[in-house]
């Protein structure tokens, strides 16, 4: 196994806890995002909303991703983790992830959570993608 560290300097430095943004396993050509929340360079929210959230994460997400070699085109797997009941936030956060998604549509599976790194983060969104070109 061969792999690559990704940590972008847009995002926060995730070396206190011992992860990495994202790492490829470069033989295989894939890249497995950690989690990505709405935390500015002090560890802080920026956003009180689940949906302000929801696109700070996914904004973070793409940054991760491009780093990396890859784009929203080339994901494969995404999770997304809500504190609390995900159906309470449907109507809030499908139109989020539909829009960033768009045509990439890989799959997208949503986990209600008791809490996330801290009391004030409501979502949290990790990813697999590709950093080869999809064919087909």
């Known amino acids: 196994m061969s792999k690559r560290l990704i940590n972008p300097e847009e995002l926060y430095d ?5 992860m990495s943004q994202a790492t490829v396993e470069t033989e295989l050509g894939l890249v497995f995002v950690s989690g990505q929340v709405d935390w500015n360079h ?7 909303s689940i949906g302000g959230q929801a696109r700070k994460a996914l904004d973070n997400l793409k940054i991760a991703l491009t780093a990396a070699g890859s784009s929203v085109e080339q994901l494969l797997q995404v999770r997304v983790y809500i504190r609390g009941e995900v159906g309470e936030h449907l ?9 960033f998604l768009g045509d990439s549509r890989p799959s997208v ?5 008791a809490s996330l790194a801290s009391p004030s983060l409501l979502i949290e969104v990790e990813a697999v993608a590709s950093v080869r070109q999809v064919v087909g």
């Open 91 to 99: 109507e809030t956060l499908a139109p989020i992830l539909s829009g």
């Open 42 to 48: 002090q560890y802080e929210t920026t956003e009180d």
């Open 109 to 113: 599976t949503g986990i209600g959570v």
């Open 14 to 18: 995730g070396a206190a806890f011992g």
